[in-house]
């Protein structure tokens, strides 16, 4: 059974950096891109980053670019998000979600969320 | 940035109803649309990928149409288990945007 569990949310300063990460079990992690993806609580979902399979590339929205970064450890099944300069407004649920298809974009198996709370 | 725009924002329809939710394009995205579930509290889960593909396990219930800016989902008869808002996503290119979201209710 395929299993995405993230962890490293919570309560930060404007300004302040936090990593979340996602460990993967159930499927060959090292054969798949990974994605981040965010909620504002009770509004819709925002692409934020993706990563191939091996690390080597990523992409981000525009919203996150230069503050935020992806990267993968494949010997620990584990993707991770490096966020900085966080800004109020990243104030969500940050999913990781496995993509279904070399980066395809099709999200097939999502994590349960970690809230991240940016506030003084 | 592709935006994706979806109707209505809310439904509300009888057990065994069929439900229609649309999704629009800004530009052509062939057929690059996915539809995701999501129950409060919850994960969202993919429900149709390409368009008209039902992932392996979703009831039959479900289906999915369109091609091109204009894309339908349909329940053909509502459950009570189907309360859920669902998005639209495109995946024709980066960044990979959602439409707003349809939430579905029991009347």
């Known amino acids: 059974e395929v299993q995405l569990v993230e962890s490293g949310g919570g309560l930060v300063q404007p300004g302040g950096s936090l990593r979340l990460s996602c460990a993967a079990s159930?499927?060959?992690?090292?054969?798949?891109?990974m994605h981040w993806v965010r909620q504002v609580p009770g509004k819709g979902l925002v692409w934020v980053s993706r990563i191939n399979s091996d690390g080597t590339s990523t992409s981000q929205a525009d919203a996150v670019k230069g503050r935020f970064t992806i990267s993968r450890d494949n010997a620990k099944n584990t993707v991770y998000l490096q966020m900085n300069s966080l800004r109020v407004e990243d104030t969500a649920v940050y999913y990781c979600?496995?993509?279904?298809?070399f980066g395809s974009g099709t999200f097939d198996n999502w994590g349960q969320g970690t809230l991240v709370t940016v506030s003084s | 940035d592709i935006q994706m725009t979806q109707s209505p924002s809310s439904l509300s329809a009888s057990v065994g109803d069929r439900v229609t939710i649309t999704c629009q394009a800004s530009?052509?995205?062939?057929?690059?649309l996915n539809w995701y579930q999501q129950k409060p509290g919850k994960a969202p889960k993919l429900l149709i990928s390409d368009t008209s593909n039902l992932k392996r396990g979703v009831p039959s219930r479900f289906s999915g149409s369109g091609s091109g800016t204009d894309f339908t989902f349909t329940i053909s008869s509502l459950h009570p288990e189907d309360i859920a808002t669902y998005y639209c996503e495109q995946y024709d290119s980066l960044p990979f945007t959602f439409g707003p979201g349809t939430t579905v209710a029991i009347k």
């Open positions: 979600a496995r993509d279904y298809q």
């Open positions: 159930g499927f060959s992690f090292s054969s798949y891109w």
């Open positions: 530009q052509d995205i062939y057929n690059y």
